[in-house]
């Protein structure tokens, strides 16, 4: 008798299990307690500063910077930049911040519905250090048994993810259409895309005439729960019989 395909939920974080953008708007407001609105407008202008410069955020670089932007204005005019328990404040808001708050509705059961259909991992884009603290402390982490991979650009790193969790079929879940057209485009194996339209990102769609669009799409995380395997091999199916015939899916 030949055994049941193994799949392999593979799911993205930021604005997928967790509401990132609802996260950055909570920081920006402690920035602005802490640094008022000229030293908030700067950090974030070094913030992405940081992301052009490593391709990827990093808040602990984006510190690293701002403090030592600070350090130079104080050694030189003697002014700027948050000082003695202001600097301990603001590494406090930004290492230590509440990302289980943030977690959507609905997005702890999914994980636990599709672990009963198969194995469940989390694949985040991020900075390597940050962004597995910050996945930890949400319980998403705990919530896949600690299978968890971070990698600054997660679809350069398909073997490895394919080596570390081998499956008959995977099914990508996130809120980025470029990275399921990278994915779909790069991994060679059975695999099901899953758009979740949550974030900035899924609000932006590509083109359906550059990218033919994903497998399944769902307004929210908490949808997945409604399911099946058969859906998941299904939706695969036809998609490939669309892109094959020169139609979306």
């Known amino acids: ?95 230590d911040f509440p990302y289980e708050r943030f977690v959507f509705p609905g997005a702890l059961a999914t994980i636990a519905h599709l672990r009963d259909l198969g194995r469940v991992a989390i ?19 705990a919530a896949v048994d600690g299978h968890v991979l971070v990698y600054a650009h997660k679809e350069e790193h398909l073997r490895e993810v394919t080596a570390v969790f081998p499956a008959d079929h995977y099914v990508l879940v996130e809120d980025k259409p470029a990275v399921i057209a990278k994915v779909y485009a790069r991994l060679d194996a059975p695999l099901t895309t899953v758009l979740v339209r949550q974030g900035k990102y899924a609000a932006a769609a590509s ?20 399911c099946t395997l058969d859906r998941f091999r299904a939706a695969r199916g036809r998609a490939l019989a669309a892109r094959r015939g020169g139609g979306s899916a």
Do not use: C
């Open 1 to 95: 008798m030949t055994a049941a395909p193994r799949f392999t939920f593979l799911l993205d974080v930021d604005n997928t299990l967790l509401d990132n953008d609802a996260a950055k708007r909570a920081i920006d407001a402690g920035l602005r307690d802490l640094l008022g609105a000229h030293g908030t407008a700067r950090f974030w202008t070094l913030y992405e500063e940081v992301r052009r410069d490593i391709g990827v955020v990093s808040y602990p670089l984006t510190l690293a910077r701002f403090r030592e932007e600070g350090g130079r204005r104080e050694r030189g005019a003697g002014a700027g930049g948050p000082a003695g328990a202001g600097r301990f404040a603001l590494a406090d808001l930004l290492m």
């Open 207 to 226: 083109d359906p005439a550059i990218w033919p669009g994903p497998d399944l799409t769902f307004d929210a995380i908490g949808d997945l729960r409604a």
């Open 123 to 141: 694949l985040s884009d991020g900075d390597p250090t940050y962004q597995p603290g910050k996945i930890a402390r949400s319980g998403l982490g």
